[in-house]
């Protein structure tokens, strides 16, 4: 019996000794878990972030697309705009419509660059025009001077007059006929 007994202790410490070993890896592998955890959390988190960088990226693309094509549709409205009223305008000068400036509807306007100033900027640029002015006024001993405003009626200088006559080729043979009533002599015939 007592060999009996001596087995089963060696059996218990064999299986005390197992079940420690088992015990320690359940601990290892249980707080591998854990990391591993934290690790898919962290790349859950940056997974979103860049997810949401993306998508911000996206959007902001697209609004410049938007906006590029927006400002591509306005400047084809304002081009037509101005040639519907420059076609207009000949029509009422009765200008020749096989003239060149009927034949300008494949022209690109450029759409003026309008750059914005800061408000305060422009009170200082304001501030600066008057102390020029004053300085301009007080050389010339007059006092200040009233812009003289420049006539929007006339055409500008560097471009031709549409009501003008077209220039003639001297080396044909046959003058081209004139518009408008023939001359008038201003003497009366005279009798002889």
Partial sequence: MESWVYDIENA??????DHAKAMAE??????EVLELKEKV??????CIKSIGLAREEGKQVGQQE???QVRIDFQGVFNRGFRDGWKSAL???KVPSSLKWFLRDETPLLYPDAGLMNSDAKDEDDEDDEDKTEEVSGEQG????APIPEDSSAPPEDVAD???SAPIDLAVSDPPATYGPAPVDPAPPSEN
Avoid: H, M, W
Avoid at 12 to 17: S, T
Avoid at 26 to 31: D, L, N, S
Avoid at 41 to 46: N, S
């Fill in 12 to 17: 218990l410490r064999v299986k005390d000794n």
């Fill in 26 to 31: 359940k601990a290892k592998f249980e707080a």
């Fill in 41 to 46: 959390k962290l790349l859950e988190a940056d």
């Fill in 66 to 68: 938007v906006l590029d």
């Fill in 91 to 93: 029509k009422k000068a």
């Fill in 142 to 145: 007059t006092g200040p001077s």
């Fill in 162 to 164: 549409p009501s003008a």
